[in-house]
Structure formats: C-alpha cells, structure tokens
C-alpha cells in the first residue's frame, strides 16, 4: 500500500530529550510548585507535594523542570487550576468554572464513593424543549487517582468547546467493577440526560486504559471506539486476577470473537517518557515485548484495519532500519504516518484503515511526555472518535 509521510523539524525538543525554553515564563508556569493537600485528600498519597512531584515519574533521563517550563509542560498544567486552588471538587467556584463554560457538573453518588460518576453535560441540552442530543465520553482514571484529579486530563475541558459531548468520569477502576459500573451509568445517562446512543465513546489512561479495552470486549456492541493511554494494547494474557478478586478482566475467546465481528476503532497513545513503552519490541515497566506485540496483532484484527501482523523480529527491524520517524519511534510498518507540531511538540502518528478506507486503527507516540496524557490527547482522540458511530438496533459500526 502506498505510505504518506510527513515529516517536519522538531521545534522544543529534539530526540528523547525535553529541551527547556528559558527565554520566558509561561502563564501557568508557577502553579507547577504549588504545594497541594488534595494528593493527600483525594489521592491517598502519605504527604503533600506538589502538582510537579505528582507527575515526577517516567523513562530514565526525564527531566520535569525542563518539561514543566516547556510548552507542553504548559499545555498539561493549564488543567490544573482548579485542582490547585480549590480542595472542594463541588466547590461554588469549580461550578462556576464549568457554567462559564457553559457545562453543568454534577456530582453522582457522592455518599458511596467506590460508585460515585461525575458528569459535565452542555447546558444548552438541559433547556427544557432542548431536542439537541450529545455524543458520549467516558474518562476512565489510573490507578490511585479520582474523578477530581481526573478533570485535569482536559478531556471535559475540551467537550465544553463548542458543546462537543457530555463528559462522564466514573471513580471505580476495578476491572469487573467498572464493567457493571458502565452498564448502570449508561442506564441513568438514558433516563436523565439528552445523549445520542449510536455516539458512546471510552478512553482512559494507566490503568484506565486496560479498563477501557476490557469495556470494549463487554459491549462490543455499544462502544463506537475506545482509546487507551499511558500502556500498549494489551493481550489476553497481560492481565490476570491477581490477590484482590476481580482486579483485572481477561479477554475470552468468544469476545474476541465478538470484538472482531463488530470492528472496533481503538486508538494507543503514550509518551517517549512513559515506562518504555514504545518501540513496543522493548520491555516496559509492566509489559513483555511478547505480549505487546500479541496485543497489537489482537487490536489489528478487532478493528477490522488492513495491515500485517507483527512478531518481535521485525518490529525490531523496523525501528533500526526504517527511514521513517513515526515507525522507529513505535516500531510499527503503519500505512500511513505523520508528524504533528502541537504545544511545540512533535507527535508521531501511525495509522491503519479499514476496507473503506476510514482510521480505525491509530498509535501517537509523544515525544517527551512522561506517564500522563499530554495536553493536546483530547483533540487527537475526539478527531478520531468522531469519525464513528454505532447502529443502535444492529450493533454494526457507521462511518
């Protein structure tokens, strides 16, 4: 097949490497060492640290002061303001922040935590006489977060420009019980909220993003697409219950089975900083070469993209010998790439399409980014979500 490459020259950073721009500060650039009692609150963390020793994590040589007075630490930080100066996710003034973007938050659940779902739904939708309907966005979080620090992700953020979606972010992130947690909020969204069925969209990041796989082999049926950060497609076999009962869910035969007969779009986005997870032939903090690369054959046939199927050998082939950045970065043979400037950073992008010819396939490896969804994440994932849509009678995918 015939390959688009774009290539550009890296502006902020260059190889792996987070360069800083010292010639001036950014708006939010203090807001990086404001020390926080809602990592202590919310976060179960033993002390209180600040937003920048949070996020202090990723691949050897990550450098967070230079990241944190880079454009994309900006990008990441601008989220943060709320989190920042409120302790109070349901604060009169957090309220404010999402009326003035014109999204009413609302807090669901509250008195039992483990079930509690924050919502951000478009106010215009809850005019009464409103026919408008709204596309989906689950936001799955990581290990150890909340749906508070979850808003900083920006994927809320981004749904409030232009009344894109509703946003709903849910607290569990237990494996079996996030599934039965999407059955019942999806339940009440009908009920209560103005939601367009055919568009239900999940992403979710660190261990959200092996959640939102496992939703996707659940309600093949239901799920127009699913994004998954901050880890690599995952196989059957990268997860398995371990001291906690149900911790993680497993894929099953017959739902791969499933998955493959309804196509399902799914996107994969880490940094270069996030634990070695690309080129996806080297090891990382949590997952074998072997199982990456069973994981992205698994996610190659479920989308119903056209490509080869990969083994270890030639992904490591791909990254020493290909001529072509995005593929040496993610050690992938992509039918098309491309490289993509935003918050002065390259994105690497790799895609597949499907027989007619839509993405349904998609990788972006950010340089620099370490365990966290970069700031622009939100637009990349709407652009390729909103490509999609599912036939609610027949469960067919639409695009």
């Known amino acids: 097949m015939r390959k688009s490459v774009k290539k550009v020259i890296p502006f902020l950073f260059a190889g792996c490497m987070v360069m800083s721009s010292s010639a001036f500060a950014y708006e939010n650039e203090e807001l990086w060492d404001a020390e926080l009692e809602n990592f202590v609150t919310y976060e179960g963390k033993e002390a209180i640290m600040s937003v ?8 050897e ?7 944190a007075a880079s454009g994309l630490g900006e990008g990441t930080i601008q ?3 709320n989190y920042v100066a409120y ?3 349901m604060d009169e003034n957090v309220v404010k922040y999402w009326a003035d973007l014109g999204i009413t938050k609302e807090l669901h659940n509250a008195d039992t935590p483990e079930s509690a779902w924050a919502s ?3 106010s215009a939708g809850l005019e009464e006489g409103s026919e408008t309907k709204y596309p989906v966005l689950f936001v799955w979080h990581g290990n150890t977060n909340s749906i508070w620090v979850a808003e900083t992700f920006g994927f809320a953020q981004y749904g409030a420009d232009g009344a894109k979606y509703i946003t709903v972010i849910p607290e569990a992130s237990n494996g079996y019980t996030a599934i039965e947690e999407f059955d019942r909020i999806l339940t009440e969204l009908k009920e209560n909220y103005p939601i367009d069925e055919s568009r239900i969209y999940a992403c979710g990041f660190s261990k959200g993003g092996y959640v939102v796989q496992n939703l996707a082999n ?11 950060g901050g880890n690599v497609a995952h196989s059957p076999n990268a997860w398995t219950p371990g001291e906690v009962e149900g911790e993680w869910v497993t894929f099953t035969d017959e739902e791969i089975a499933a998955l493959a007969e309804k196509n399902m779009p799914f996107m994969d986005y880490s940094g270069t900083f996030d634990s070695n997870n690309y080129p996806i032939s080297v090891a990382s903090h949590m997952d074998d070469p072997e199982e990456k690369i069973v994981g992205y054959n698994l996610w190659l046939n479920a989308t119903g993209a056209v490509g080869e199927e990969l083994t270890i050998e030639k992904s490591e082939e791909i990254t020493a010998n290909s001529d072509d950045v995005v593929e040496q970065h993610i050690g992938i043979d992509f039918t098309n790439t491309e490289v993509r400037v935003l918050n002065d950073t390259n994105y ?8 007619g010819g839509a993405t349904v396939y998609e990788w972006v490896c950010i340089e620099g980014q370490m365990h966290w969804p970069a700031p622009s994440m939100p637009a990349l994932v709407w652009e390729f979500f909103s490509q999609f849509s599912r036939d609610t009678e027949t469960g067919e995918l639409v695009y």
């Open 52 to 59: 920048k020793d949070y996020l202090n994590f990723g691949s």
């Open 61 to 67: 040589g990550f450098d967070v002061e230079a990241y």
């Open 79 to 81: 989220n943060w303001t």
């Open 87 to 89: 302790t109070d996710p």
């Open 120 to 122: 951000y739904v478009p």
């Open 218 to 228: 659940a309600y093949p049926e239901v799920l127009a697409g699913v994004a998954s």
């Open 348 to 355: 690497y992008i790799g895609t597949f399409q499907n027989e």
